[in-house]
């Protein structure tokens, strides 16, 4: 009789134990193999190929950026002793510009051969504070993930259409290298260990795409003539959108514009 | 059957281990509320070691998961305990109830890191929490002289039967405690976890109300009585609390002192409600007596021995 429990206490340990030897997290692997290539067609034609350029802007007072309080985390708080981290959610450009807004061309590029960029779009952990705060890439594109940091960080996407995932990196530890299978705009990323640290990357289904600069600014290079929507998304303010018609070697300008008061996304 | 000496030493550490198991919920709504869940991405190790630096949400995580394990540890050397020297074979299997329990939570809380954060895991480890929590504070309190004493049985008249009402209380204080741990790990809004406050509020004012009515003469009783009335006050006032400071730190880039400190306490004020109302129920079918229940039936159906009349004995 007094055997019975002690079984079952060594069942339940034994349970616990295997559990544990199963549900080990192993580095978890890329989504899938980068592809060289998207579209069954043609390649684009250097010969033809026009410009998308423009501006967004902000209509509206901008709300102050506010104060991150890093004292939680050593390392960074001493990198930011003289002027202090500030959140990033909406940074004014010059003359009533916005930076950080995500600008892509949608339409149908089925007929084109369209090259995935080999080359990584990279992601560093700096000051505890990611950069660039907005970032695009392709669909299948590595993507790298630096810690310049001398602290852990964990780095977190939460997709909505791609596969989520969670990995740790220590301080000088290699660049982490993950790929996003499905289009996006835009995956928000975080760090659970400093709850301040947020970041967006944009997947586009297409190269033509550009995040705007600290003027505003945008290009989007080598577009195959066409009719297309510009969709412009920003993480506070949501997507404004303008048609554009691009000639044979023709450069476009078009101007968005962004109202503070706006519902975000 | 064990003598109440005999489990004196037992009873102790039932105390303590629900002691500290109270310090691990505690631990668990501080992951929760720094949005620290996942800042550990791998179990059972922390960044694959047992000690990883403990800094940021780190801190948090990790220092959970090793009061966890002192507390997983405890309630091994419980069930042992009690099987050894407890000779109510169904104490014996509470033990052996609450260390299943431990290692279910354990589990719980590796698949929420594992997969993410699920809603349903992550409401059902929280709601765990708090029934392993209910478990030892019961085994503390069967294994106390209290409860092993013989005791007057006292009658029990009217509708509904305090039996009743503490079970219908319990039971939905549980549901409510389930309804707002799956608001705090984002699987519903607030509204069915205010309905439920609102329930919960009036059976625990009907409960009390009935106990001081019904069992004045009954200081313990009495006592349960005045003890949900401050709780569910006090509840109420952190719930609203805890609530303007959600809204309020929306607008700061990170969890703030005073939002972390309200959600946390309104959280272990829930256990300590659902506690409280788990230990009225069982003190009820202590010291009551259903009004027209035989009482040697009523003896013998709780495991006493045959024969007393008005006092019950140990069960």
Redesign the interface.
Known sequence: M?AK?VI??AA??G??VA??SC???STPTAEQPAATATGGGTPVDPATAGTVTGSIKLDGTPPKM?V??MA????CAKIHASAPAM?QDVIPGDGGTLQNVVVYLKGDFSQYKLDVPTAPAEIDQKGCQYEPHVLALMTNQPLSVVNSDM??H?I?P?PKNNR?W???Q?PGSAPIMQTFAREEVAVPVK??????M?AYIAVVGSPYFSVSGKDGSFTIKNVPPGTYTVSAWHESYGTQEQMVTVGAKESKAVTLTFKVAAASD | MSSPHDLRNVHRFAVFTACCTFLLLIAGALVTSNDAGLSVPDWPLSYGSLLPPMVGGIFYEHGHRMIATLVGTLSIVLAVWLWRVESRRWVRWLGVVALGAVIAQGILGGLTVLFFLPPPISAAHATLAQLFFCTVLSISLFTSAWWQRERPLVADAGWPSIHSLAVATASATLLQLVLGAAFRHKAFGIIPHLMGAVLVTGLIFWLAGLLRLRFANVPALRGLARLLHALIGLQLLLGAGAWWSRIYSAQFPQPIPVMVTLTVIHTVTGALVLATTVMVTLACYRLARPSGAAVGAFAAANGSSAGQSQHQGAL
């Open positions: 007094k429990p079952l206490i339940a340990i349970f616990a559990m544990i549900g080990s997290n506010k991150i309080n939680a985390e050593p390392a959140t602290t852990t964990n977190h939460v989520e969670n990995e740790s220590p760090c659970n260990v400093h709850p301040w947020k």
